[in-house]
Structures are given as C-alpha cells and as structure tokens.
C-alpha cells in the first residue's frame, strides 16, 4: 500500500525557507565570539579605531604586523554576522576570520 507523502522541496529545507517566522526562537542571552583580523600593518591604527567604534566590538590584542584579536558581543547570530562583513569590508582589511562562537545561555 503507497502512503501519500506531502512533496518537500529539498532547496527550500536547506535554505530554511519552510521556517516561518514565528515559529522560530531566539536562544536566550546574546552571541560571543572572536574574529582574528589582518590589515596593512601601516593602517592598523586606523582599522582599529573603525572597528573599536562598531557596537558590541573590543580589540582585546593587537599585533604591529597588522593582526588584532577582535571580541565582539551580539544579540543574535545575524547581528553577528553583520558584524563580521562589516569588519572584513572595512578599507585596509585583508581577512577577517571568525575563531571562536559561542552562545551565552545566561
């Protein structure tokens, strides 16, 4: 005996576009992560101070050869993402790689 199954479009499940909004909810607390920066060392004082004035942004290490260590504190992880193409299109920005993630329950 067949079973009628309803048709589900692969595309649309991986791209998350069966979710309806409503249905979806946001995990308590807010997102942390770390985003390992590299700029043209001569304009690093620069790319510091643009990505220092971003929201949720911290430089917590800075390397004259044109790294910085970048801690950024978001609410959700589309804040976060924002954040990081943000930075990674900022002039002077050769890479911008995100290290560390992690979801704050509190």
């Known amino acids: 005996m ?28 807010g997102e942390i992560a770390s985003i390992l920066v590299q700029a043209r060392p001569q304009c690093l004082a620069s790319v510091e101070t643009a990505i220092a004035a971003l929201a949720g942004c ?31 299109l900022l002039p002077d920005v050769y890479t911008a790689s995100l290290v560390f993630h992690a979801i704050d329950a509190s």
């Open 2 to 29: 067949a079973r009628s199954h309803s048709a589900i479009d692969r595309r649309a499940l991986i791209t998350g576009r069966l979710l309806h909004a409503d249905r979806v909810v946001a995990p308590p607390g």
């Open 58 to 88: 911290e430089i917590y290490g800075r390397d004259p050869m044109g790294k910085l260590v970048v801690v950024v504190d978001a609410a959700n992880a589309g804040a976060l993402g924002s954040t990081l193409t943000t930075i990674a």
